[in-house]
């Protein structure tokens, strides 16, 4: 909780510092946003071993757990890079690229998800 409290505080103070260059400076604008954005990934990077030590407990759990986890937590991954990167694009007023990024995770999450749907499917038919 207080990681997340301290990420909103770095988020805000350094887009009102951004709206307040934006207008003299835009380049150095980005540079602090894409700064400040490299400083909250890592520091909730810090929550990612729990994360791993979470895979692993399923995985012990349940033989085929790497064909479950491992395209879930690809996705998130995509999902997370997508939205960060996708959202720099539209800062710096290029909304094309933004779409164009924001297509090329959709797909991505749709290639790394196959296994996982087909896993399913093979399940369910095995019910019938």
Do not use: Y
């Not at 709206?19 to 540079?31: F, H, V």
Request: some cysteine.
């Amino acid at each position: 909780m207080e990681v997340v409290i301290k990420c909103a505080a770095a988020a805000l103070l350094s887009s009102l510092v951004c709206l307040l260059i934006k207008r003299t400076n835009p380049e150095m604008s980005m540079i602090l946003s894409a700064g400040v954005i490299v400083i909250i990934v890592a520091a909730a990077l810090g929550f990612a071993s729990s994360l791993i030590e979470l895979a692993q407990a399923v995985r012990n759990i349940s033989s085929g757990a790497d064909v479950l986890i491992t395209p879930v937590l690809k996705c998130v991954g995509i999902g997370a890079v997508t939205k960060i990167s996708a959202e720099l694009c539209r800062d710096s007023s290029q909304s094309s690229a933004a779409a164009a990024v924001d297509m090329a995770g959709t797909l991505c999450a749709i290639g790394v998800s196959m296994p996982l749907i087909l896993s399913m499917l093979k399940m369910i038919g095995g019910m019938t």
